[in-house]
């Protein structure tokens, strides 16, 4: 990384050497997980800028991100964020899931660039990168502060998470959608016990994140449920799909989008195909026939977007939102350098 986006938190540290190469010299704190957080490393650093802007040209439904967080200890073994940790030249796999950054000046950088001279108001979206709610967010409130600047600036947001520490936030949220238009969606993309052990063992259950849902639209927040990513022979079963779906309905989504089988740009692929061989060592030769590059074949693709149509005219006919079969193949997906540019 050639130019430097984080400063020194604190200027007594800046006599110690540095503590990774990636921030050409600069120094972060580093502060040890204790008790439930045993274990794991908080990265302490100041951003210069918060909000990332995307090209236009960028394949995505939104331009403007906000990331608290860069690392989760949900420790989802597909995640395409993997790769911006190798970015920083920090470790790719446990460490992704142990060594979280933690951008402390978060609340009072975009409090500053949402300045009305400055900004024009645009929607931001929250959980591009890593969770916006994952677990050490009980102990830093970060998260729960950009909504409140979010809130008081009028700003429309969306947030996407797996957690439930979102209801947390239920009366705050409900009062930002009161006066701007937010969304609080939750990734969803199995109901399997087995298959959300093996590649989501940090997250809460599945289930325990459709009762959050139902508890967010009780308190009057507008919510709806991602079922993605589809893991080709451990999720993409039509009853499998089907119960998310009927589920998700039930809790009362708003929404229900979804439909991407996994995608696996390298670093991830090589982190996900080593946890599988553990978990479904009888996929493992599968797998690596499907992704000699970052997409599952387009029939795989297809097929999925087949069954998750049905099941969304089966429990909810309108609103859906699904690629169509016989759409092109998923956009490629946008690197570290494209999705947080805002370190």
């Given at each position: 990384?050639?130019d430097v986006r984080w400063q020194v938190e604190d200027e007594a540290e800046a006599r110690q050497p540095a503590l990774f190469p990636s921030l050409a010299g600069e120094v972060v704190e580093r502060r040890p997980g204790r008790g439930s957080f045993q274990g794991m490393e908080f990265l302490h650093v100041r951003a210069r800028t918060i909000v990332n802007t995307l090209p236009r040209s960028a394949p995505l439904p939104f331009r403007h991100t906000v990331n608290a967080y860069r690392g989760c200890s949900h420790a989802c073994t597909y995640c395409f964020a993997r790769p911006s940790h190798e970015w920083l030249e920090l470790d790719i796999g446990e460490g992704f899931e142990r060594q979280v950054v933690?951008?402390?000046?978060?609340?009072?950088?975009?409090?500053?660039?949402?300045?009305?001279?400055?900004?024009?108001?645009?929607?931001?979206?929250?959980?591009?990168?890593?969770?916006?709610?994952?677990?050490?967010?009980?102990?830093?409130?970060?998260?729960?502060?950009?909504?409140?600047?979010?809130?008081?600036?009028?700003?429309?947001?969306?947030?996407?998470?797996?957690?439930?520490?979102?209801?947390?936030?239920?009366?705050?949220?409900?009062?930002?959608?009161?006066?701007?238009?937010?969304?609080?969606?939750?990734?969803?993309?199995?109901?399997?016990?087995?298959?959300?052990?093996?590649?989501?063992?940090?997250?809460?259950?599945?289930?325990?994140?459709?009762?959050?849902?139902?508890?967010?639209?009780?308190?009057?927040?507008?919510?709806?449920?991602?079922?993605?990513?589809?893991?080709?022979?451990?999720?993409?079963?039509?009853?499998?799909?089907?119960?998310?779906?009927?589920?998700?309905?039930?809790?009362?989504?708003?929404?229900?989008?979804?439909?991407?089988?996994?995608?696996?740009?390298?670093?991830?692929?090589?982190?996900?195909?080593?946890?599988?061989?553990?978990?479904?060592?009888?996929?493992?030769?599968?797998?690596?026939?499907?992704?000699?590059?970052?997409?599952?074949?387009?029939?795989?693709?297809?097929?999925?977007?087949?069954?998750?149509?049905?099941?969304?005219?089966?429990?909810?006919?309108?609103?859906?939102?699904?690629?169509?079969?016989?759409?092109?193949?998923?956009?490629?997906?946008?690197?570290?350098?494209?999705?947080?540019?805002?370190?």
């Open positions: 990384m050639q933690v951008k402390v000046n978060a609340v009072e950088r975009l409090r500053a660039e949402l300045e009305p001279r400055r900004w024009a108001g645009e929607p931001i979206a929250m959980g591009t990168n890593t969770d916006p709610y994952q677990r050490c967010e009980g102990i830093y409130g970060i998260t729960r502060g950009l909504v409140e600047v979010l809130s008081d600036a009028r700003n429309p947001f969306s947030v996407l998470t797996k957690s439930t520490l979102v209801v947390r936030d239920r009366e705050l949220l409900a009062e930002a959608g009161r006066r701007t238009s937010v969304t609080v969606t939750f990734s969803v993309g199995t109901l399997d016990e087995e298959v959300w052990r093996a590649t989501e063992p940090g997250t809460p259950h599945p289930r325990r994140r459709l009762e959050a849902l139902a508890r967010l639209r009780a308190a009057g927040v507008r919510c709806g449920v991602l079922v993605a990513p589809v893991l080709p022979g451990l999720s993409d079963g039509a009853d499998q799909l089907d119960a998310v779906v009927a589920a998700a309905a039930a809790a009362g989504a708003s929404t229900i989008a979804g439909g991407q089988v996994v995608y696996l740009k390298p670093g991830t692929r090589e982190v996900f195909l080593g946890h599988l061989a553990r978990t479904h060592p009888e996929l493992l030769a599968r797998y690596q026939h499907w992704y000699q590059g970052v997409y599952a074949p387009r029939d795989v693709r297809r097929r999925v977007s087949r069954l998750l149509e049905e099941a969304l005219a089966r429990h909810r006919p309108r609103p859906v939102t699904v690629r169509r079969r016989g759409s092109p193949g998923p956009p490629r997906p946008p690197g570290p350098e494209q999705l947080d540019l805002a370190l």
